[in-house]
């Protein structure tokens, strides 16, 4: 396991994580993180593909864990800062590798969003998401859909104002968030269309000029989005070759799953060779025949 960091510019920089494992990798895997969620919360699987022989990288967009490296109220990124610049870094510093592994990007939540905004996405072999969908609150799963108004409309203007960023922390609600980000947030989850509807003409034509290979993982159980939402963001990405895949926790033989409950190492047994594992040897066997 090797911590190192990887400048956005002359004075901001994030902080990724490379597991190496003990054998030559066969592919390297990108994991992009959930909004408010550390690189932490993926280290167990990322230790799990280490021995399935993979290379993986994980890391942190800035302001958010080990990448924040000062007060939340003193940045003035966004989310399109996040894909653009933090996620195409991270991505760059992988294709270099003197290796040329086959590269996998594997988004949770926002990382499985914001991944045709990012530069030489075309180089990846594949993209997974897992539990990823557009956000739009009136297709939010029910018990959120009820919440969203208040929260969008209330909680996240008020506080904001108050604190100089969004304190999600204390509530219980996403996580701390810098101003900005969970502003343009806001505006993309009031929209039925999401962020292709909230941001420019290039936003939207880098989502429909989509050619990456991509597989959709999501779970009926999930809290936060519902069938609906997840349908809709798949359905903005243009690539041909992709699959929206649902399962539900009794096809795997597991009570819950939930929104965030796929990276958890208890389930190392049966959602990660399941589910997970064929979807990275499939375009490795493909490639090799």
Same mark, same amino acid.
């Given at each position: 396991m090797q911590r190192f960091a990887l400048n956005i510019n002359a004075t901001e920089s994030i902080q990724l994580t490379r597991f190496e494992p003990s054998v030559a990798a066969i592919a390297h895997i990108i994991?992009?993180?959930?909004?408010?969620? @550390?690189?932490?919360?993926?280290?167990?699987?990322?230790?799990?593909? !280490?021995?399935? +022989?993979?290379?993986?990288?994980?890391?942190?967009? $800035?302001a958010m864990g080990s990448s924040q490296d000062k007060a939340l109220s003193e940045y003035s990124l966004n989310i399109l800062n996040w894909a653009q610049e933090d996620c195409s870094v991270v991505l760059a510093n992988v294709i270099k590798q003197p290796s040329k592994l086959p590269i996998y990007w594997l988004g949770h939540s926002l990382g499985g969003q914001i991944? %045709?905004?990012i530069k030489q996405i075309e180089q990846v072999t594949k993209v997974i998401t897992i539990a990823s969908g557009t956000?739009?609150?009136?297709? !939010?799963?029910?018990?959120?859909? $009820?919440?969203?108004?208040?929260?969008?409309?209330?909680?996240?203007?008020?506080?904001? @104002?108050?604190?100089?960023?969004? %304190? +999600?922390?204390?509530?219980?609600?996403? +996580? /701390?968030?810098?101003?900005?980000?969970i502003y343009q947030w806001r505006r993309w989850c009031l929209h039925p269309e999401y962020c292709v509807g909230v941001e420019s003409a290039a936003v939207?034509?880098?989502?429909?000029?989509?050619?990456v290979p991509l597989t959709s993982?999501?779970? @009926? /159980? /999930?809290?936060?989005? @519902?069938?609906? !939402?997840?349908?809709?963001?798949?359905?903005?990405?243009?690539? !041909?070759?992709?699959?929206?895949?649902?399962?539900?926790?009794?096809?795997v033989g597991v009570d819950r799953i939930g929104h965030l409950g796929f990276f958890r190492a208890q389930f190392k047994d049966n959602l990660w060779p399941q589910i997970l594992l064929p979807e990275l040897l499939l375009p490795l066997q493909s490639s090799a025949q």
């Open positions: 994991i992009a993180p959930a909004m408010g969620v @550390s690189q932490l919360f993926y280290q167990a699987l990322a230790l799990w593909l !280490n021995q399935q +022989g993979y290379a993986v990288t994980t890391f942190d967009y $800035r991944f %045709p905004l956000g739009y609150w009136k297709h !939010n799963a029910p018990a959120l859909r $009820r919440k969203a108004p208040l929260f969008w409309y209330v909680i996240v203007p008020l506080l904001t @104002s108050i604190f100089g960023y969004f %304190p +999600g922390r204390k509530l219980g609600m996403v +996580g /701390d968030l810098p101003k900005q980000v939207r034509q880098q989502f429909t000029q989509l050619q993982v999501c779970f @009926s /159980d /999930d809290e936060m989005l @519902s069938w609906q !939402n997840m349908q809709d963001l798949h359905a903005l990405f243009g690539t !041909n070759n992709k699959q929206l895949k649902c399962y539900t926790p009794q096809q």
